[in-house]
């Protein structure tokens, strides 16, 4: 988007800061590569053990064994992370395909961090928080998670109604918003614990939808694919890196860090520890290994579901001449290759599944956040009555974001707003995930090896790079 005479110099000095730090990240793009080369040891060796089984046994097993990584991961894909990665195929085709190969080892090591801290610690990360820092730290993070997830619970009931009206266009946006808003309180208050982790996984099964389409696109650059996902354009505009932030904020966000934590905490105490020194005490190599194995799983899901958003966006609205998405129904059109007139139907089952994911994560992982900061009785796996304040956080934050759907937002604009807001507030929560997950006194022989600390500092460097490139493009 070209800009007016009168910010060229703004914009100009703006583009050589980020053109430097450009630079620097990718002279570190080895590093990303060994963490990949890790991960990728950690799934071949789970591989070896369940191929000597069975292979109908081989499915069964390996999906009872995934737990809170897939769930985490597919709920990084919600309605506001399905908008950007739309948006960023229409935009700008296959040039900014290159980010998902690039965040996937980050998201990976930050969510393995997560994991890490709670079945180390027996404790979410906010509990983690308020026993090392001052207090004002831990509000000001429970506060900031509090807003953000609010504001993205908002945008994903608004894609909600809006899926909703591609299908059923009678129906009115303010109806369907608070039926959204009343169903997810619902499941998320009234369904036990461990049959709820269950349904989100088949939920999370709504996402290969993109997988599929990719497939039958005709005259799919296969050369420009795979060059715009392995060769970085470092050509930044005020548009574009407002959006990239958009794109680590909605890969690596906040609202994940304390949903994994926990959900980790959880997992430990519906086996049966219910105490915060059984939990301690339960972790060995096997169960640190099986929680790896989950994390790199769920978040390479969650990544390649980014990775066919784009390309398929790519494929069909940039090359058709829709750059900008303003409607659900442009982005729908991205399907129409796979299922002709039937894309509405499959774009909207999509949002449901994703939407019905994600606004329970995001409910649950700021009340986690909230409860855990005011020592509050927390977790899914209790009764309404057992646990008060940790769901009437819950009600809280989703009736702030079916609010914001009367003010008069855009609901495409704010889906995508959202996850830059979350690009925001990400790095300030990373330096406290990497301190914790470095302490030695907390973590035990569990702490972070060398280059795990190397790289989560390389992380929060990314991360708070592209924060100040976003707020001096904005401002």
């Excluded at 069964?60 to 897939?70: A, C, E, I, V």
């Excluded at 909600?160 to 918003?177: F, M, N, R």
């Excluded at 640190?288 to 069909?316: E, H, P, Q, Y």
């Excluded at 990497?434 to 569990?446: H, Y």
Aim: with cysteine.
């Amino acid at each position: 988007m070209s800009e007016t005479n009168k910010n060229e110099g703004p914009l100009q000095l703006g583009k050589d800061a980020v053109k430097t730090g450009s630079e620097t990240l990718v002279g570190m793009v080895e590093t990303n590569i060994d963490a990949e080369k890790k991960g990728v040891e950690t799934i071949e060796k789970a591989a070896a053990v369940i191929s000597e089984q069975p292979p109908i046994k081989q499915v069964k097993n390996f999906w009872q064994s995934l737990g809170p990584g897939l769930i985490t991961g597919a709920a990084d894909d919600d309605p506001s992370g399905v908008a950007t990665y739309s948006q960023t195929g229409a935009k700008y085709g296959f040039g900014l395909l290159w980010l998902s190969p690039f965040t996937f080892p980050m998201m990976a090591a930050v969510q393995e961090m997560c994991a890490r801290i709670g079945l180390v610690t027996g404790k979410g990360l906010a509990h983690n928080i308020r026993n090392i820092f001052p207090k004002w730290v831990l509000f000001l993070v429970a506060g900031l998670l509090l807003l953000a997830n609010s504001f993205n619970i908002g945008a994903d009931l608004g894609a909600l109604a809006k899926a909703t009206q591609l299908l059923l266009p009678g129906l009115q946006y303010w109806s369907l918003v608070i039926f959204f808003a009343i169903v997810c309180l619902l499941l998320q208050i009234f369904i036990p614990y461990n049959k709820y982790a269950r349904y989100l996984k088949y939920l999370a099964v709504t996402l290969v939808v993109y997988f599929v389409a990719a497939f039958v696109i005709k005259d799919f650059n296969l050369f420009e694919l795979a060059k715009g996902s392995f060769v970085p354009q470092l050509n930044f505009d005020k548009e574009k890196i407002i959006l990239i932030c958009a794109i680590l904020g909605t890969t690596i966000s906040p609202y994940l860090f304390f949903w994994q934590t926990s959900q980790e905490v959880e997992e430990k105490i519906v086996e049966g520890y219910k105490t915060i020194s059984s939990r301690q005490d339960a972790n060995d190599k096997k169960a640190i290994r099986k929680m790896r194995l989950d994390i790199w799983l769920g978040m390479l899901f969650s990544n390649l579901v980014f990775f066919f958003i784009v390309a398929v966006c790519g494929a069909t609205l940039f090359k058709s001449g829709t750059t900008n998405i303003t409607t659900a129904a442009d982005a729908a059109a991205a399907l129409k290759p796979l299922a002709g007139n039937y894309a509405y139907l499959l774009f909207a089952l999509g949002i449901f599944g994703t939407g019905l994911l994600g606004i329970p994560v995001l409910a649950g992982s700021a009340s986690y956040a909230v409860s855990e900061s005011f020592g509050w009785r927390e977790g899914l796996y209790r009764k309404f009555k057992e646990a008060s304040a940790f769901y009437s956080i819950i009600i809280l934050s989703v009736l702030i974001g079916l609010v914001l759907n009367f003010v008069g937002i855009d609901p495409i604009k704010a889906l995508i707003w959202s996850a830059v807001f979350n690009g925001l507030v990400a790095p300030i929560i990373l330096v406290l995930i990497v301190l914790i997950s470095s302490n030695k006194k907390v973590m035990g022989e569990w702490v972070n090896h060398s280059f795990t600390k190397v790289f989560g500092w390389f992380v929060v460097g990314v991360m708070a790079l592209v924060c100040l490139a976003t707020i001096y493009a904005m401002f």
